[in-house]
């Protein structure tokens, strides 16, 4: 822990040198004191949107084409069902009654500007839905327990027992919407994905660092949260929830809320596009530890992590036709797509205290 003095206080030291020093007369040396390291920089959120009561498994962005701020929260709550929260209201403006679904997604290969919700549950049932929770399609994937649902494009990865089977995703000649399975990759490992617009992001579950939590603040069985990945300028940003801070490219940073109460991240989803207002170069939504729900304007973020302060949109540029035989990607990366993931060092930071110590 870092002891930093009162400015007073220094002051007093540094009279007391100087009394010493007239006694005795000039002094040629210099009367120093050694700078105070600085500590994580601070980010704050935008808006609280609320707290869940029941447990909350998965979160995701729905980026309205128009006007940003008709934009959507995406929250899959346990037994209540998927959560449809206006991105500026802090209102659950519907709910989806899928009280099995465990991991969501956001895909706009079936209606590209209403977008439609992908809800995984851990049997490996996928079910498309439209946001006023109309179901549009559904499909059991084969397998062992599922864990993780990512979509880019016209593809969604399925994660089930560390495989990952690629799911194409679209509509029929008649317009309906269609999901079929597609390549089937083996690595047994994988055990999270995210996706951009250019392509997936896998975690594999063997290859994570082991990140000193001893001073970490007891969130339960979620103190490491592996984060999600946002894209700016062609590069792949990852973002994370670790010992009680944000992480951005392994950069820490600690959280408020707006009204500058400290925060803690439990949960935590990035993505790109215009979400209006200062969301409008992307959002970070974060789960602190008493279930409530804030957002945090990437641009701030960003800027504290001496990144670019813009996003790129998860909308596709184009569609796509057919599936990656043998490659879990959407498609082709761009040329100028670069993953940039650096994994967090937090060995030397010390966690925020908990709201009200």
Known sequence: MTNRLHPAALSLLFLAACGDDAAQGPSNEDVSVPPVPEGPSVVRSSITLGTFEGAVTDLALYEAPAFGFQGAVIAANDEAGIAVIRVDG?????????????????????????????????????TAYALDGTVLGSIDVPGG?????????NLAAILVDGDIQIVQVGTDNEGQ???????????????????????????DGAAQPALDTDEAPDMGAQDIVTGPVISSGGKAIEVSAVNGMLAVNGTPLLVQTSDDRPLLPRLVEATGGNYGGVLRDGAILVLDDNNALHVIPWSGAAT?????????????????ISDAIGVPFATDPAPAFTPELERPQFEDVEPPAPPGQ
């Open 90 to 126: 802090g209102e659950a403006s519907g709910w989806i009654p899928d009280p099995l679904a465990q991991r969501i997604d956001v895909t706009y290969a079936i209606d590209a500007d209403a977008g439609s919700v992908l809800a995984l549950s851990s049997e490996g049932n996928l």
């Open 145 to 153: 327990t599922a864990q993780d649902v990512c979509a880019s494009g």
């Open 177 to 203: 919407a269609t999901l079929s399975l597609g390549t089937l990759v083996e690595t047994g490992s994988v055990d999270g994905c995210d996706a951009t617009g250019s392509g997936f992001f896998f975690t």
């Open 304 to 320: 504290a992590a001496g990144l670019a302060p813009t996003s790129d949109s998860k909308r596709p540029a184009e569609p796509i």
